[in-house]
């Protein structure tokens, strides 16, 4: 979102079929080898932290679509900008299609 707005929306146009959503936070809400062991996160965190930690993550999933998806200004920490507005067929391979394509084991009927 730090970029000039075209020069990303020209970007992910050009190169739809080479980009993959993703973003590195989960709050470790997401049990997989590479996050927290899930057995032990009530040790770590109370079921107010846990849920507080889902809403900040649900936000930033929230925040990034409106960014992608629609021309609104999006807040971002100390600054605002316009959202990329991309069309729904270069969205669906950004979120969906190339994941699919890409990495083994996600279910197209998903």
Do not use: C, H
Not at 8 to 19: E, N, P, T
Not at 70 to 85: F, H, K, Q
Not at 95 to 107: F, Q, S, T
């Amino acid at each position: 979102m730090g970029q000039a707005r075209e020069k990303v929306r020209s970007f992910f146009l050009r190169y739809q079929d080479r980009i993959l959503y993703g973003a590195d936070i989960s709050a470790g809400l997401v049990p997989t080898p590479y996050l927290i062991d899930m057995s032990r996160f009530d040790e770590r965190m109370s079921a107010a932290g846990i849920a507080e930690a889902k809403s900040r993550l649900l936000q930033r999933y929230r925040t990034d679509f409106a960014y992608y998806a629609t021309d609104l200004p999006i807040e971002n920490g100390d600054y605002s900008v316009r959202g990329l507005a991309l069309p729904d067929s270069v969205l669906r391979k950004v979120l969906y299609e190339n994941a699919v394509r890409w990495v083994p084991g996600i279910d197209r009927g998903f």
